[in-house]
Structures are given as C-alpha cells and as structure tokens.
C-alpha cells in the first residue's frame, strides 16, 4: 500500500541556518511520483516540486534542493540559508501511475524560522 | 487564469443544519478533487471527479456527505446534517489530466466550524 511518513513534526531554526526536511514513502510500484507542498499560514498549498521515480537526479531551486534516493525510498527537502518567510507546513506527497489518480499526502512537517 | 475559487471562505453553523461549499476548477482542468484537512487526520481525500462524473468517493466519511459536479466549471460539497466533528478546512482541488505526474492546483480552502 502507499504511504508517506514525514516523521519531524516540527522543526525550528533561527534564520540562515540550513534545514533539512525528511520524507520516506512506501509503494509497491515501479513508476510513482513524488511531489512536495507548501502550506504558509496564510492556509493555500502551494505546489514546489514533482520528480518520477526514473529520475534521481536532484534538483536545486534557488534556496531549495531535493534529494532523491530510490535505495532508501526517500525525498528529502532540503532549505539553505533559511528564511522567516520559510516558516510553514510542508508536505510530502506521492502518486502511482497505475493506481487511480490519488495523491496521498504526509502529515506534514511545520517548520518555523525565528528571526 | 484566476486559480482555483472556493466559497464561502469561513462558514460557521450550527449543528444539524446544512452547509454546501463551492468550487470553481481552473479552466480547462479535467480532474476535480475533495480534501478535508483537521490536525487529527490531516489532509484527507474525500472524493474526486473526473469530467464531471465522481470516479472514488471512498473517502467520504458519511452518507451526510455528499458531492456533485453538474458541469466542468462548478462543483458542490453538502453536508446534511452537518456535526461539531466536521469542523475543518475543506480545500477544492484541480489537475489537467489528473495522472500521477499532474499536479494539483489548490484552492484558498474554506474553514469550516460547526458548533
């Protein structure tokens, strides 16, 4: 069965600090997808990133990379030089070609930067 | 294009009376799905559509709740006789063509309180 564990609840940091955002997935299928989702306070998910599971190579955007490791069934965030504006719930999330068109979420990891 | 529009975007009533919440999807989106977001469960996928027809509404909780699409720009969410333990934030969602790879646009969601 899919699953997504995000196993940090909550994580804080002071701003600048680098931070790392863990997200291990379980799926008995060869072709999935792996996205992740920005929840600020402000309510709205905001979509960031999706990778396919043929493709491990990471990806940087900016201040954002994501590391992606088959071997260990991870997709793992990672924030550089974090921000205040940073400060959110984050959202791992993973779908299956071949089973339906779900996307089954994680519980998300809260993440706050103090100034 | 204006993204996905959800009303009301707070509604609070009182228990057993009826509450329906809409949505509009992006244009052109085919897929239309249903969360329900509490910090017990988190985000929950309650049902979705495809092409207006409901294809999984295996996550609807109660036969209280029910969902309609009567055509591709407009979709309703009711619950009758509405509890104090539907009290969440329900978020209306839309993909292009709703496989794994899609993403899926959010809406601002809608605060529910039933007192």
């Known amino acids: 069965a899919q699953k997504v564990t995000q196993a940090q609840t909550e994580i804080s940091v002071v701003e600048k600090e680098d931070v790392t955002l863990d997200c291990v997935y379980e799926t008995r299928d060869t072709t999935y997808y792996l996205f992740w989702y920005k929840q600020p306070p402000s309510g709205e998910l905001v979509f960031l990133i999706r990778?396919?599971?043929?493709?491990?190579q990471n990806e940087i955007s900016g201040r954002y990379s994501w590391n992606f490791q088959k071997s260990t069934s991870s997709f793992n965030f990672t924030i550089t030089a974090s921000q205040v504006v940073d400060s959110a719930v984050y959202f791992c999330?993973?779908?299956?070609?071949?089973?339906?068109?779900?996307?089954?979420f994680g519980t998300g990891t809260r993440l706050q930067v103090f100034p | 294009d204006a993204g996905v529009i959800q009303s009301p975007r707070h509604e609070v009533t009182e228990m057993g009376q009826e509450v329906t919440l809409r949505c509009k999807p992006i244009?052109?989106?085919?897929?239309l799905f249903w969360y329900r977001q509490t910090m017990m469960r988190g985000l929950e996928l309650l049902i979705y559509?495809?092409?207006?027809?409901?294809?999984?509404d295996s996550g609807m909780p109660e036969d209280r709740f029910s969902a309609k699409m009567p055509n591709a720009s407009f979709s309703t969410l009711k619950i009758q006789p509405s509890e104090p333990r539907d009290s969440a934030v329900y978020f209306c969602?839309?993909?292009?063509?709703?496989?794994?790879?899609?993403?899926?646009?959010f809406g601002p969601g809608t605060r529910l309180t039933v007192l």
């Open positions: 969602a839309s993909s292009l063509r709703g496989q794994g790879w899609d993403e899926q646009f």
């Open positions: 559509f495809n092409n207006n027809v409901p294809i999984d």
């Open positions: 990778r396919n599971s043929f493709d491990e």
């Open positions: 999330a993973l779908s299956e070609l071949y089973n339906t068109d779900k996307l089954i």
């Open positions: 244009s052109g989106h085919d897929y």
